[in-house]
T-cell receptor
Framework: SQTIHQWPATLVQPVGSPLSLECTVE??????LYWYRQAAGRGLQLLFY??????ISSEVPQNLSASRPQDRQFILSSKKLLLSDSSFYLC?????????????FGQGTRLTVV | AQKVTQAQTEISVVEKEDVTLDCVYE???????LFWYKQPPSGELVFLIR??????QNEISGRYSWNFQKSTSSFNFTITASQVVDSAVYFC???????????FGGGTRLMVKP
């Protein structure tokens, strides 16, 4: 069966520090991968999605970036965090080429920038 | 561009009441999929149901039922005899024919009081 791992679960970082959140998927090949952000009490905002290694589409310009160094690994990064980056970040995957399937989400990372 | 609107930001009911969560969507595509997710306090999004644009049959799963009406672009979710464990944020989402992105509504926070 497929599983998605996202870590860390919580993170407190100072303003200006770098960020690296990692997400890996097991039990499937060539998945679509996604990073979403959810501000407190609000909906989900799509940040990045990837349909293959090295292929990243950005939906919202900001000081975050994403990379997909391996087929089932998706990384969310920042060189310098801002206070406004405090949020709940969710990684997700879906079956490529089967757009009628749902996306499966990781457990999320709660990031607090201080 | 596609859009999902959940006009009810917060609903509070007493246990055993029935409650309906509204979802209205916009898309130019004639082929699309709709989804409902539940987000309990733990934060992880749990998939509940998907429905394709060609299938307007209502669906019932235990205490949950879904009413898809293409004429009004709505995909409403009803919980019958609500329970405290139903307390969560519920998200409606849309995926279009391109298949790469899930667009989420803003979510409805449901509070079921004992």
């Amino acid at each position: 069966s497929q599983t998605i791992h996202q870590w860390p679960a919580t993170l407190v970082q100072p303003v200006g520090s770098p960020l690296s959140l990692e997400c890996t998927v097991e039990g499937t090949s060539n998945p679509n991968l996604y990073w979403y952000r959810q501000a407190a009490g609000r909906g989900l905002q799509l940040l990045f999605y990837s349909v293959g290694i090295g292929q990243i589409s950005s939906e919202v310009p900001q000081n975050l970036s994403a990379s997909r160094p391996q087929d089932r690994q998706f990384i969310l990064s920042s060189k310098k965090l801002l206070l406004s980056d405090s949020s709940f970040y969710l990684c997700a995957w879906s079956v490529q080429g089967h757009w009628n399937t749902e996306a499966f989400f990781g457990q999320g990372t709660r990031l607090t920038v201080v | 561009a596609q859009k999902v609107t959940q006009a009810q930001t917060e609903i509070s009911v007493v246990e055993k009441e029935d409650v309906t969560l509204d979802c209205v969507y916009e898309t130019r595509d004639t082929t699309y999929y709709l989804f409902w997710y539940k987000q309990p306090p733990s934060g992880e999004l749990v998939f509940l149901i998907r429905r394709n644009s060609f299938d307007e049959q209502n669906e019932i799963s235990g205490r949950y039922s879904w009413n898809f009406q293409k004429s009004t672009s709505s995909f409403n979710f009803t919980i019958t005899a609500s329970q405290v464990v139903d307390s969560a944020v519920y998200f409606c989402a849309l995926r279009d024919n391109a298949g790469n992105m899930l667009t989420f509504g803003g979510g409805t926070r449901l509070m079921v009081k004992p």
